[in-house]
């Protein structure tokens, strides 16, 4: 059966099927039960054997009350997606 979609597509909606894609195809091969560090390990080659650019613990600056703090923030994992530079966008967002 197939539904209709009222979603315009866009290619966020083609990132975000990759991303649980990959996802799925971990869990489906490795099972529940190990350490995060290894899905993780699997979830960038698989996202990165999709064709998507993945930075993994990446430290994000945090701006507090006009302070910044260096370490203060770590991504687990980062999809780039605004012309492979999305730096600029995470530094300029003010908690």
């Known amino acids: 059966m197939h ?5 315009t597509p866009h290619p966020f909606n083609d990132i975000t099927f990759l991303i649980i894609q990959a996802a799925i195809e971990v869990h489906r091969i490795l099972g529940p039960g190990l350490l995060e560090s ?3 390990a699997c979830l960038i080659y698989e ?4 064709g998507l650019k993945v930075v993994a613990e990446r430290i994000v600056p945090l701006c507090y009350k ?3 703090f260096d ?3 770590r991504v687990d994992l980062l999809k780039r997606i605004m012309n492979g530079a999305p730096d600029a966008a995470l530094h300029s967002k003010k908690p």
């Open 47 to 50: 996202l990165r054997e999709r």
């Open 3 to 7: 539904f209709a979609s009222s979603v």
């Open 38 to 40: 290894v899905y993780r």
């Open 66 to 68: 006009g302070q910044i």
């Open 71 to 73: 370490a203060a923030y």
